[in-house]
């Protein structure tokens, strides 16, 4: 099983719409958790944190589950702007040190 | 006032060469990172240094040799480059450990011909 697994896309939504993106992890020691952002030929940039209660930044919201090992981004009325591939992060623990794991990415596209 | 930088942008060369990516941040950061992006946009770290100290080595080649003068700096030596070796290169930083939020730099397109 791969340690952060996400669907690839990608999502193809009109401008205004609501897109939720999920991933999941292996390691249920993961203590830290992130939804990045990347656009075409830049690079990965932080979207927000993603804590145990859940959080909201705006337009976007970001749930976690530790239970079921999944974490959650839905974006509400999708702007043209949001146009970008979305990383899933998790830490995991190796070897006694902490590193981040990036998802292959969620891409999503909208249109007018 | 850029955070992370990197240079060069762009780097184009043949097999067989030697080649540097070098890497500053300004945030004040303990710990620095390489991370490759292949074809597949799949993002891997390589390396992580923490106050110029090698923490992580992600089995790497040893052909790649992360150098950290200062805890500002990390630059990236690649020796005998392989056509495999193609895909952006993209430096990090983070205040703390692996666990903290990174920030990285704009990525350094490597093509080797």
């Known amino acids: 099983r791969k340690e952060v697994e996400q669907d690839p896309g990608p999502f193809n939504v009109p401008e205004g719409a609501t897109v939720a993106f999920n991933c999941t992890y292996s390691?249920?020691?993961?203590?830290?958790f992130f939804w990045y952002r990347q656009d075409c030929r830049k690079e990965p940039k932080l979207l927000m944190s993603?804590?145990?209660s859940g959080n909201e930044d705006g337009r976007f919201t970001a749930q976690l589950n530790r239970a079921s090992q999944y974490i959650s981004l839905l974006i509400r009325d999708s702007k043209l702007s949001d146009s970008a591939t979305y990383l899933c992060?998790?830490?995991?623990?190796?070897?006694?040190?902490?590193?981040?794991?990036f998802g292959t990415g969620t891409r999503l596209l909208v249109s007018p | 006032d850029t955070a992370v930088s990197q240079t060069p942008k762009y780097l184009v060369t043949q097999m067989g060469n030697d080649k540097s990516i070098k890497c500053e941040q300004n945030?004040?950061?303990?710990?620095m990172y390489w991370y490759k992006q292949d074809s597949k946009k799949f993002l891997k770290i390589m390396f992580s240094?923490?106050?110029?100290?090698?923490?992580i080595n992600e089995t790497v080649p040893n052909r790649f040799s992360p150098k950290s003068p200062d805890k500002a700096h990390l630059n990236l030596h690649i020796n005998s480059l392989e056509l495999g070796d193609s895909a952006v290169y993209f430096c990090?930083?983070?205040?703390?450990?692996?666990?903290?939020?990174?920030?990285f730099g704009p990525g350094t397109r490597l093509l080797v011909l």
């Open positions: 990090a930083s983070s205040q703390l450990g692996g666990k903290e939020t990174q920030y």
């Open positions: 390691n249920s020691a993961s203590q830290s």
């Open positions: 993603v804590y145990s």
């Open positions: 992060v998790v830490n995991i623990k190796n070897t006694g040190f902490q590193k981040l794991v």
């Open positions: 945030l004040g950061h303990d710990t």
């Open positions: 240094y923490n106050n110029k100290e090698l923490i």
